[in-house]
C-alpha cells in the first residue's frame, strides 16, 4: 500500500465532495469490521450509497494506491489510513460557544466522542447561564474562549449562537487561536483563509429534501 499521500499535509487538498464520500467509505469500512468481514471492493464500499465502483477507486486514488487487482482493499489497513486521511486517529478538543437548545442537543450527541471529537469547554454571553455546569462542564463567559483555546489545545469550534451575533462571535474565536468552525448559525461567515468553516443550516437541508420529494410526488393524486 502506497502511503507516500496519506494524510500528508503537504498534499494536494481534496474537493469536498471527495472528503464527504471518504468518511461514508469509513463508516462502511467500520460496518464490514464490525461484521468480521477482512477483505472488500470498491463494490462493496459504494453501493450502499449509489457510489459506483469506478468513483469509489477515483476517490481513493486522489489520496494513494490501495488495493490490489483481484484481491480488493484488506479492511484493517484501509480504516487506519483512512482515519488518518481524515484526522480522526487522534483526539480534537472541541469549544461550545452558544448554550441555546441547540447547543444543548449536541452536548449530549455521542456521536462525537465515537469519533474522536470532545467537547472540552462550553461559553454564552447570557448571565444566567454563565456558571452553570452542563455534562461537567462549567460555562464560561466568551472573553474566557482565547484562555481555554491555549489551555485544551482546542482548535476547532461548535457555533450555535443566533444570527445577529455569529460573525462577531466567530472573529472572537479565530483571534483566540480557533482554526476550524461547524457554523450552525445561518448566516455565512467571512473568515480569513487560514480558518475553514463548514455551514450546517438544517433548514435549507429540510428545503432540498422537500424539494426532491415534491419531484416524485408530481402527478400522484392523495386519496381523501
Given amino acids: 500500500m502506497d502511503s507516500s499521500r496519506n494524510g500528508h499535509p503537504n498534499a494536494k487538498p481534496a474537493p469536498k465532495a471527495v472528503v464527504g ?22 463494490d462493496q ?8 465502483n469506478a468513483q469509489v477507486r477515483k476517490d481513493l486514488a486522489f489520496f494513494g494506491q490501495f488495493g490490489r487487482p483481484g484481491i480488493g482493499y484488506h479492511i484493517d489497513d484501509l480504516i487506519l489510513v483512512l482515519r488518518r486521511i481524515l484526522g ?3 483526539d480534537w478538543p472541541l469549544l461550545l460557544v452558544g448554550l441555546g437548545n441547540l447547543g444543548r442537543a449536541l452536548l449530549r450527541y455521542r ?14 454571553s447570557d448571565p444566567k447561564k454563565i456558571g452553570q455546569t452542563h455534562q461537567g462542564i462549567v460555562v464560561e463567559p466568551l472573553d474566557a474562549i482565547r484562555k481555554s483555546v ?9 457555533l450555535c449562537v443566533p444570527a445577529d451575533s455569529a460573525q462577531r462571535v466567530a472573529e472572537l474565536m ?7 468552525i461547524l457554523n450552525f448559525a445561518p448566516v455565512p461567515l467571512a473568515v480569513p483563509p487560514h480558518v475553514s468553516v463548514v455551514a450546517v443550516d438544517l433548514s435549507i437541508q429540510l428545503e ?8 416524485s410526488l408530481d402527478g400522484v393524486s392523495w386519496a381523501g
Fill in 150 to 158: 491555549a489551555t485544551h489545545k482546542a482548535a476547532l469550534a461548535l
Fill in 88 to 90: 480522526v486517529d487522534k
Fill in 111 to 124: 456521536g462525537f466522542q465515537s469519533r474522536r471529537f470532545h467537547i472540552v469547554a462550553i461559553f454564552d
Fill in 45 to 52: 464500499l459504494g453501493e450502499p450509497f449509489g457510489i459506483k
Fill in 208 to 215: 432540498n429534501l422537500a424539494y426532491k420529494v415534491q419531484g
Fill in 21 to 42: 464520500r471518504v468518511s461514508l467509505y469509513l463508516r462502511q469500512l467500520e460496518t464490514l469490521q464490525r461484521q468480521g468481514q477482512t477483505k472488500t471492493s470498491s
Fill in 174 to 180: 479565530i483571534a483566540a487561536g480557533v482554526r476550524g
